[in-house]
C-alpha cells in the first residue's frame, strides 16, 4: 500500500469517527428535545382531561407526536418512531376540525378513547427515552479512553473449565476488566473454591472430567446459600437440548464456543448490573444505603445453618439512637434522616467485610458479627459507641449533630430461634436505655432472669402502618403477592371475592387495593367503579391497581376508563408488581 493509499484510509477513518461523533452530538440533542416533549405531552393529555377539549390543545398533541414520527428514525429511534407513528393515528381524527367548533369539541367521543391509548403509549415513550440514555452513556464511555462497562462492575468471578489455555485467557482477559477471577479445571476444585470465598458469578464449562459440569449444578442448587448465585454455562455443543436442560437446572445464560470475548464480557455485565439492580431493590434500605430487615432475617437464617456445618461463634447487636425522636420534633424528619445516614455510614466503616450490618426499622440497627462471642462483641460496640459520641454524624445549615446509641449484645446458643435470639438482644438493648442510655448491655445468660421485658405495643404499630387490600380468587397467587410484599411497613388483608372487599372497603379505610379483573358473586370492574364512585361509604380515597389475564386492549381500556391507577397483565414480574405499589402507596 502506497503513502496516497494509506493517506486516503486514514482520512476515511477521519471521517467515520466525525460522522460517528457528529451522530452522537444529534442523538445527545435530540434526547434532550424529546424528555421536552414527553413533558408537554403529559401536560397536554391533563389539561384535556381535566379541563375538557380545546382546539389549540388538540392541535399542538398531534404537532409533537408527528414531528417525533419524522425526526426520531433519523438518529436510529425506530422504535420511538413506531410509538409516535401509533399516537399520529391515534389523534389524526383532530385534522378534520375546523376552527371554531367548540360544541363539537364537547361531545367528542374520539378523546376520551385517544386519552386511554395514549396514556399507555406515552410509557412506552418514556420507558424508550431511558433506554436512549443508557446506550449514549455507553457509547461516551467508549468514546473517552474506551473502558469496558464491565470494569465499573469490579464483580468476583469464578471460572470452571478443563480447557487450560482458554481459562487462562479469560482470567487475564477479566482481570484487565478489573475483576477478581479465580480458576478450577474440575468441578471439586470448583466446590472446594465456592465454600471458601464469595463469588458475584460462575461460568461452567459442560464438558469436563472427571466429572461433567451438570455435577456442579446439584451442588449449587443443594446449598442455600449458592442456589441464587449467577451462572454462564460455556459449552462448545450448540445443542437445543442441553440448552434447554441448563436453563431448566438454573442457567441464566448460555454461550456457545467459539465466541468473542466483547459478547461474554457484556453477558456477564448484564448479569452483575441484573443482580445488583435487583439486590438495591429488594435487598437495600434506600435512605441508608445499608441491607434491609428482609435480607437480614434471609442472611441470618443461612448464616446459621453454616454454623450448623462448621460450628463457631456468633454475636447479634441490636442497636437504638437515643432520643432520636426529640431530633425529629426538634429539627425536622430530614435531619433526622441525616442523623440515621451519618450512623449507619459510621458503622459500616468500623465494622468487617464479614460482619452484617442492616436498619430494622425506624432508628433501630441490627448487626450479626460471624466468628465473635459476645464479649468480642461488646468491645466492638463500645469502640464505635466512643467514636459516635466523639464526632458528629450529621451537619445541616452549620450546625453539627451528636448521638448517642443504646446496643444490646446476645451470643447464639445451639438450639436457640432466630426470632428468640433477636429478642434477648433486642431486651438487652432496652435494659441499656432503662440503664441511662449510651451504653452496652449484655443479655442474660440461659437460666439467669430477665429483669426488664420488651416496652413496645406491636399493635400501635400495626395501626400506623398503611393498608393494602389484595382481591383476588386465587389462593395461591394471593399467598404470593402476600409473601412479596410483607416486607413492606404496611398491613395487608386479603380476600377472595367482590362483594367481601366491598364489605371490607365501606367498614375500614385502605390507602391502596390490588384487585383482578375477574371475580366470584362481585366482578373487579363493577368493584372499581363502585370504589371509585365511592359510593355506599367506602371509607377513603383507594388507589387501585388492577390485574388481568387478559392482555386485550379493551379490557385495559376499559379499567383505565373506569379509574383504575396502575394495570397490569398476567403472568407479570413480582419485581416490577412491588416497584408498582410502592409507587401508589407513596412509600420509599
Known sequence: MNDKQHQTLRSTESADERGARILRQGKKVFLGEFEKQLVELRTLMLMLQDGGPSQEGLLRVYRIVHTLKGSAPIFGYTRIGRLADKLVHTWEWTQSLEESQEELLRTLHPLDESLLRSKELIRELEMEQEIGLTELSMDEQK????????????????????????????????????????????????????????YDLVTLDLLMHPESGYELFEFLKEDPTLKWLPLIVLSGRDDLSDKVRCFHLGADDYVTKPFQYEELAVRIYALLKRTKNFEQLAFRDPLTGVFNRRYFELQIGLELQRIQRYPAPISLVFIDIDSFKNVNDTYGHHVGDLVLQGLAHVLQVNLRSTDLLARFGGEEFVIALPNTTADQAIGIMQQILETVRERAVAQYDGQQFYITFSAGVAEYQVGLHVNEWITKADDAMYQAKQGGKNQVRRSALAGESEQFTKLV??????????????????????????????????????VSDGNEAWALLTQQAFDACILDGVLPNLDGFSLLERIKRKTGGVQADVKVLMLSGKKKEDDIARGLQLGADDYMTKPFSLVELEIRVKRLMDIG
Open 143 to 198: 468514546e473517552h479512553g474506551g473502558s469496558s462497562l464491565l470494569r465499573t462492575m469490579k464483580g468476583r468471578i469464578l471460572l470452571v473449565d478443563d480447557d487450560d489455555s482458554l481459562r487462562t485467557y479469560l482470567t487475564r482477559r477479566l482481570q484487565l476488566d478489573d475483576c477478581v477471577v479465580h480458576e478450577a479445571g474440575d468441578v471439586d476444585t470448583a466446590k472446594r473454591l465456592l465454600r471458601e470465598h464469595t
Open 457 to 494: 405495643s406491636h399493635a400501635q404499630a400495626q395501626l400506623q402502618k398503611k393498608k393494602l387490600l389484595i382481591v383476588d380468587d386465587d389462593p395461591i397467587l394471593r399467598a404470593i403477592l402476600t409473601s412479596q410484599l410483607e416486607h413492606l411497613p404496611i398491613a395487608i388483608t386479603q
